[in-house]
């Protein structure tokens, strides 16, 4: 209610300011700052802080309205009823901001009056808050309400010009036609709606997607921040996608038909009534609800056991799960009950003895013999002959195979691996030797050199590269040593929501891959060799090296807003996609107000930045740089200089942004007779970094380099 007194004040100032007969700039300024009052009156009302409406605190609104949306996505339940304030919030600043945006149409001064064209927008904006608060939570008395709406709507658009003695006519009028479309609105169905709004989405692309199967060349996947799921869990865990379990000889890929039967759960637990009742106290709960993601396999952590909430989820025997038909995308929710080892390294270390054979095919390589011709590459022309490392402990390879493995590139490999393993007493320590010496060793670069064979370049001459090479690299070793290890890919366990416990938000920064190394009646326990330089938030390894971690057991958490596998919505077969989609009519009204309100502060803002001095607007500039191309997916190195980072861009193919930097270079640190770049290159080097990369990368752009300028001063 103090929302709407907040805005129809704003309106009794708009038409007060019209009749005062003001210059025309100077009305159009105080009617500016009134609807601008006014909005941000209402939003404070509902509960915004009045600090975040400030240019200054642009950046956190955003972060606050993504978190925010983010937990609205899903399976929820209207009126909210959950613990994220900033969700609750996301849906009451839609009303002052679609009243606000109202008003200003509705009663702008002007010397001929409020046009026609403006009234019946502001009644769209009027009409369109109600539509998407009925949609998303039908009252009762629908019929009714819709006459009643039709009553309003006539009167605003022919009240104002009827004379006294129509009005009974018009409300005679406007009551048949209520009472003719009322028996027709009765026999609409509505489970079969004509407008399909719930499957609408709010992105104009399809999502983005990954190739899981390692290829060691350079980074071709986004890496701009969007985030691509949600996960609402009791602790952080790698979130698997694919399982890498074959070797080709110079890759690692996931097999067409996995060879390594059903091996995914220790020997106790393949009973399946022991996972049913929870014996274990490895057994996980948790929701996830995807965001930028489109993927054909299910994104889970450990080994998935049931997943409620998608139609057709297949069970692959490499633990991988499929999606059969539509592919996750945006909206979708689930839950997943997982088995997810967290086994200390007393644990691990106790788990020795003989492994059970058909974990055979997990100490299986593709190994490329001598070449046919002089200096054969990766081709048809260096044949491939598939070996089988002895399970540890059960001896060593045999005399052909060893000759082979001499003669191969990877002889220094398998000799390396052997070292490093050579005086481990159990499985975890050899495990723990080659994971550290990776880590302490090798050097995290995303520009690895190219090479016939990535892997054995990597491990004897490069020693650079991104998680590919260091997990590839781990799982190779350990294979020849005889320990069944795969690759998984996936995403690191992301970002904790600050507003809400339990909730990690995964970005297209945490796409990962890492080690999965097997162990006797504990099960497949992950490793991660990868350094800390890799920007995969979060990342953390096993309990033995991380103490940290070593709490990630026990009973099943209670999840809010999770499906009850008995619930009777689950018989239904309804996708998660379509209540996932509800809220973003919301988003769109409250996105067009925002835009209204922005509209001014971005005038004045760069009204402001143009009367700096050269220096002060320079050093402005400089400031922003670095936080801001981090945001757009062009994080600055360390020691990195302005004439470095043009040379860069430029080399990228980004001809404006460098000529941008080299502006900015002059006028920040030249003879002072160069101005800094104008608002126009700034706006240029921003549209550049951001082109084609979807709409999710433009509004970053914006909030990283906002309209206007940057800031005067810090902070």
Not at 47 to 59: C, E, I, K, T, Y
Not at 262 to 270: D, G, K, N, S
Not at 348 to 364: F, H, K, N
Request: a neutral charge; glycine letters at 10%.
């Amino acid at each position: 209610m103090l929302a709407v007194l907040a805005i129809a004040g704003g309106a009794v100032a708009l038409l007060a300011i019209g009749r005062a007969r003001l210059p025309r700039l100077a009305t159009g300024a105080l009617a500016g700052v009134a609807v601008v009052a006014a909005t941000a009156l209402g939003l404070a009302a509902v509960g915004v802080s009045l600090g975040l409406l400030w240019p200054a605190g642009w950046d956190q609104l955003g972060v606050n309205l993504d978190r925010g949306l983010s937990g609205l996505a899903g399976d929820i339940d209207y009126p909210y009823r959950g613990a994220n304030e900033w969700s609750r919030l996301a849906i009451l600043a839609a009303a002052p901001l679609a009243l606000g945006l109202a008003a200003a149409l509705a009663f702008w001064p002007s010397r001929d009056g409020t046009s026609s064209r403006l009234r019946f927008a502001s009644l769209l904006a009027l009409v369109a808050l109600y539509a998407t608060a009925v949609a998303i939570n039908a009252p009762s008395s629908a019929l009714l309400r819709g006459f009643l709406l039709l009553a309003l709507i006539a009167a605003w658009l022919w009240l104002p010009r009827l004379r006294t003695r129509d009005l009974l006519v018009a409300a005679g009028l406007v009551a048949l036609a209520g009472a003719i479309a009322l028996p027709a609105a009765a026999r609409l169905n509505a489970s079969d709606p004509w407008i399909h709004y719930q499957d609408w989405t709010w992105a104009t692309d399809t999502g983005v997607g990954y190739r899981w199967n390692h290829s060691y060349g350079p980074l071709d996947w986004p890496r701009d921040g969007s985030t691509m799921f949600a996960v609402q869990s009791d602790q952080p865990h790698y979130w698997r996608t694919v399982v890498l379990d074959r070797f080709d000889g110079h890759r690692w890929e996931r097999s067409e038909e996995s060879q390594a039967g059903t091996v995914e759960l220790p020997e106790t637990l393949r009973n399946d009534d022991a996972v049913a009742f929870g014996d274990s106290e490895w057994l996980r709960r948790v929701r996830i609800t995807v965001g930028g993601l489109r993927s054909d396999f299910v994104v889970a952590p450990g080994t998935p056991l049931a997943v409620d909430g998608l139609d057709g989820a297949l069970a692959s025997p490499d633990g991988t799960t499929v999606v059969d038909g539509k592919p996750l995308s945006e909206g979708d929710s689930y839950l997943v009950t997982a088995y997810v080892p967290s086994p200390s390294a007393a644990e691990m270390r106790a788990a020795e003895g003989d492994y059970d054979v058909t974990l055979a095919p997990y100490t299986q390589l593709a190994i490329p013999g001598p070449a046919t011709i002089e200096n054969a590459g990766p081709s048809a022309l260096r044949p491939e002959t598939l070996v089988t490392f002895p399970l540890r402990g059960g001896g060593s390879p045999s005399p052909d195979d060893r000759a082979l493995l001499e003669a191969s590139p990877y002889a220094g490999a398998y000799r390396l691996a052997l070292e490093l393993t050579a005086d481990q007493p159990t499985t975890f320590d050899a495990v723990s030797a080659i994971e550290d010496h990776l880590r302490q060793t090798y050097t995290y670069s995303e520009e690895p050199p190219p090479s016939d064979f990535p892997l054995a370049s990597f491990l004897l001459e490069d020693r650079i590269g991104y998680c590919q090479q260091f997990s590839g690299a781990m799982a190779l070793m350990l294979r020849m040593v005889g320990i069944p290890a795969r690759v998984a890919s996936g995403f690191a366990p992301g970002s904790p929501d600050l507003d809400e416990d339990g909730l990690f938000q995964i970005e297209d920064l945490d796409a990962h891959s890492w080690v999965e190394v097997y162990f006797s009646g504990i099960g497949w326990v992950a490793f991660d060799p990868t350094p800390a330089a890799s920007p995969a938030a979060s990342q953390f390894v096993n309990a033995a090296s991380n103490p940290a971690s070593a709490n990630l057991r026990g009973e099943f958490p209670e999840i809010e807003g999770a499906r009850n596998p008995d619930d009777p919505r689950r018989e239904r077969g309804a996708r998660s996609d379509s209540s996932g989609t509800l809220f973003f009519p919301i988003a769109g009204a409250l996105l067009l107000g925002f835009a209204a309100l922005a509209g001014v502060a971005v005038a004045i803002r760069a009204a402001r930045f143009r009367r700096l001095d050269p220096g002060r607007a320079a050093e402005a500039q400089v400031r922003e740089l670095g936080p801001g191309l981090g945001r757009m997916g062009w994080p600055v190195r360390d020691g990195e200089t302005l004439r470095r980072l043009e040379w860069r861009l430029r080399r990228a193919g980004k001809p404006k942004s460098a000529g941008y930097l080299a502006g900015l270079r002059n006028g920040r640190y030249g003879n002072g007779a160069s101005a800094p770049p104008t608002l126009a290159a700034r706006r240029s080097l921003r549209g550049e970094l951001t082109h084609a990369r979807g709409l999710g990368a433009r509004i970053r752009g914006l909030l990283a380099l906002p309209p206007g300028g940057p800031r005067s001063k810090p902070g």
